[in-house]
């Protein structure tokens, strides 16, 4: 199964820098650039830059539209692509199609990238280096960090790992075992435009919201299961999975993503903490809702069970996959 071979090599060797391709989310994020700016050259007759310092007119209408069209560029393009490479390899020979497909299922995983660099932030906090931990955790989230003090720091961490169990781990398995690399694929490139055009800032509040509203539809499903497989794994875990579950219900909407606070709130609740509230984001404060008691402050050692919610959550989902997987293959052979 090349999911499951594609699973096993991203728990075990991550994304080493030895990989001689580059990354497809690189590739995808240089694709969401240039088409970015072809889409506001063609609006403005400027870069954006220059429209802001010229105080041009905005015209919001035309660039929901081109941020629609840059969605479908970069999703359709991204399967596509994938499909056409899958493809390429197959006719040349079907194990190297086999090859390649588990290769890109791969790339689309990051359990264990995800775990290392939280990791980072752990030792960093351990350590007693705060500007270190900034810097580190600067690296993961997009609000400002040069203000963050030690459990802010800690809290940070464990609502990255929470939120990219379902946006890096959960949400591109279910997506690749329903349709393949393609659809794993083009799962990726939506949360990369989510990530990269879908903040409400001056520049993408309309050119991005066409890819953040498509985010939340993509990871309606994938954020369900990904609270679900880690309150399983917070029970395997010895946490408090009854609390993951009594704060899941009370809190799983307490967010401005319909998604994020579904794996928050169990990660809170697990471990007994309170996640959310106001942050900075491009020097304005955000505000949002808590997730979770705050039965004691973060601590850099949650990070690290944090991280083991997100490993069991994944070893769950993965494990349902494979016994469907198997049930359909038994129903098939009896026919």
């Given amino acids: 199964m090349k999911l499951l071979t594609a699973f096993f090599a991203d728990l075990a060797i991550g994304d080493p820098e030895w990989i001689p391709t580059p990354h497809p989310v690189v ?20 870069r954006f830059q220059d429209v802001l310092e010229k105080r041009k007119l905005r015209e919001p209408d035309k660039e929901v539209i081109g ?42 995983l990051a359990s264990k ?18 500007p270190g931990a900034r810097t580190q955790i600067g690296y993961l989230v997009g609000r400002d960090t040069a203000c963050l003090n030690e459990e802010e720091i800690a809290k940070a ?9 379902s946006d890096g781990v959960i949400a591109p398995m279910f997506y690749g075992a329903i349709g393949g690399a393609p659809l794993a ?68 909407y307490n967010h401005l993503s319909p998604n994020s606070a579904q794996t928050e709130s169990v990660a809170a609740g697990a471990l007994h903490i309170q996640l959310g509230g106001t ?8 505000e949002k809702p808590t997730i979770g008691d ?3 402050e973060a601590e850099p050692e949650d990070i690290r069970k944090a991280n083991k919610l997100m490993y069991g959550a994944a070893v ?20």
Wanted: proline share 2%; with cysteine.
């Fill in 279 to 286: 942050h900075d984001y491009f020097g304005k404060p955000v």
């Fill in 27 to 46: 590739l995808i994020g240089k694709a969401i650039t240039k088409t970015k700016n072809t889409i506001i050259k063609v609006i403005y007759e400027d």
């Fill in 185 to 252: 694929m083009a799962y990726k490139a939506v949360n990369t435009l989510d990530s990269m055009v879908g903040y409400k800032n001056d520049e993408n509040i309309y050119l991005g919201r066409v890819s953040a509203k498509a985010d939340d539809i993509w990871n309606l499903i994938p954020a369900r299961i990904s609270a679900f497989a880690m309150m399983a794994a917070a029970k395997l875990s010895d946490l408090d999975a009854s609390n993951a579950f009594r704060i899941f219900k009370r809190d799983r």
């Fill in 67 to 108: 941020g629609g069209l840059l969605h479908l560029a970069v999703v359709g393009g991204a399967y596509l692509v994938t499909d056409w490479i899958v493809k390429g390899a197959k006719a040349i020979h079907p194990r190297l199609g086999d090859l390649t497909e588990t290769f890109l299922l791969y790339q689309c």
């Fill in 294 to 296: 705050k039965d004691r």
């Fill in 157 to 165: 961490a464990i609502e990255t790992v929470a939120e990219n169990t």
């Fill in 113 to 130: 990238c995800l775990a290392e660099e939280s990791e980072k932030v752990c030792v960093k906090l351990e350590e007693g280096d705060l």
């Fill in 316 to 335: 769950v989902t993965m494990g349902v996959i494979v016994l469907m997987k198997l049930i359909g293959w038994l129903r098939n052979s009896d026919k």
